[in-house]
């Protein structure tokens, strides 16, 4: 049943049942117009939202394409994360690249790289890298690996060969998956207490105002 295009008259409940409106409580269609207007009225925000964003984007290309061609050359499209500031300083657009990191088969052979070393080194003081070590490597519930961790081993400064070809496998490991682009919107504002005006995003999400 296509329960958009339903007989005047009725409404169908929650199996997809139809029913008569004059069989339901005068509060169950009340709250039922509620509802199914807020919904309406959402999705036709979203839609407004996304022609924003949309055109949004498509103005700071044009106007990347603009800046570059005043150096005589050529941007190529958005290379990463860029602010755009009102002439007064009032205003300020944030567009912020996040990419979503995932890690190949290559982890688990940095992971064994790793361990090696570890085997390797003079026990005693190196079994607080170890547990460095086997916290960066552990998962969620997703069986999600934390990057951050990741990363923290990557920064760790150790003088050994194996190690930096452990660390070596473990940086050619990490991929990109995806890019999500967010357009983020402030307004300088005075605070209370203190002489710096400070920036306040402009909420575009419910959540938010």
């Known amino acids: 049943m296509n329960l958009d295009k339903l007989p005047p008259g009725y409404r169908a409940d929650t199996f997809g049942r139809l029913v008569p409106e004059t069989a339901i409580k005068d509060l169950d269609l009340l709250r039922d117009d509620l509802v199914t207007r807020l919904i309406a009225d959402a999705y036709t925000t979203q839609a407004a939202m996304r022609l924003f964003k949309r055109n949004a984007m498509s103005d700071i290309d044009t106007f990347l394409a603009l800046a570059a061609e005043k150096y005589g050359t050529t941007m190529g499209g958005r290379k990463g994360n860029l602010s755009l500031m009102s002439f007064d300083g009032r205003y300020k657009v944030v567009l912020a690249v996040s990419d979503t990191l995932?890690?190949?088969?290559?982890?688990?052979?940095?992971?064994?790289?790793?361990?090696?070393?570890?085997?390797?080194?003079?026990?005693?003081?190196?079994?607080?890298?170890?547990?460095?070590?086997?916290?960066?490597?552990?998962?969620?519930?997703?069986?999600?690996?934390?990057?951050?961790?990741?990363?923290?081993?990557?920064?760790?400064?150790?003088?050994?060969?194996?190690?930096?070809?452990?660390?070596?496998?473990?940086?050619?490991?990490?991929?990109?998956?995806?890019?999500?682009?967010?357009?983020?919107?402030?307004?300088?504002?005075?605070?209370?207490?203190?002489?710096?005006?400070?920036?306040?995003?402009?909420?575009?999400?419910?959540?938010?105002l």
């Open 102 to 208: 995932v890690f190949d088969e290559r982890l688990h052979i940095a992971k064994k790289l790793i361990d090696d070393c570890i085997h390797k080194w003079v026990q005693g003081a190196n079994q607080h890298i170890r547990a460095l070590v086997e916290h960066a490597f552990q998962t969620d519930k997703q069986g999600n690996i934390n990057t951050a961790r990741i990363f923290s081993l990557m920064r760790l400064k150790i003088d050994d060969a194996d190690w930096e070809n452990a660390i070596d496998a473990l940086k050619d490991s990490v991929q990109i998956a995806s890019s999500s682009e967010y357009l983020r919107l402030y307004e300088r504002v005075e605070q209370e207490n203190t002489a710096k005006p400070q920036y306040k995003q402009i909420a575009l999400d419910l959540a938010g």
